[in-house]
């Protein structure tokens, strides 16, 4: 649970204050857990909301139009490489984007759990995929 709390955070220690925190969460909501499905997928799932909350209150969203079909083939790139661009990305960029391609959650559910609109999640990952890329490109770039 710790490597989601790092994937969510902006730097080690916020991962480590919301592992503790979620911690304690779970302990507190564990009744809740009602035996369908895996307990991992409902820690995963507490964990996850743990982390968008501990960003929530920031209120950094624009709501804005934008059309989310940036597709790009990461395969040629090192894990490592893929996560340290990840973790560039501004927060909310972040939080939508480890939420809806690593987590798999739907854009309805990102924009209940972060209080936003679900065209400005929707937008919030469409402009973390083009910043990947872009950051990627660089990448590769400098290294030829």
């Keep these: 649970m710790f490597a989601v709390c790092l994937r969510y955070a902006r730097s080690r220690s ?3 204050d919301i592992f503790q925190d979620a911690f304690i969460k779970v302990f507190n909501v564990i009744r809740s857990f009602n035996f369908i ?7 995963r799932k507490v964990f996850v909301n743990y982390a968008l909350n501990y960003y929530r209150s920031q209120k950094m969203y ?6 989310d079909n940036i597709t790009f083939d990461m395969s040629r790139f090192t894990l490592e490489e893929i996560v340290s661009c ?13 939420s809806v391609e690593i987590d798999g959650f739907s854009y309805d559910e990102i924009a209940i759990r972060m ?3 679900v065209s400005t999640a929707r ?3 469409f ?4 910043s990947l890329r872009e950051m990627l ?3 590769e770039k400098f290294e030829l």
């Design 14 to 16: 916020d991962a480590e």
């Design 37 to 43: 499905g895996s307990f991992e997928g409902w820690l």
């Design 62 to 67: 624009v709501e804005v139009n934008e059309q």
């Design 86 to 98: 990840i973790n560039c990305l501004p927060d909310n960029q972040r939080l939508v984007f480890n």
């Design 115 to 117: 209080q936003m609109p």
């Design 123 to 125: 937008v919030l990952n």
């Design 127 to 130: 402009r973390a995929k083009a």
């Design 137 to 139: 490109l660089n990448k």
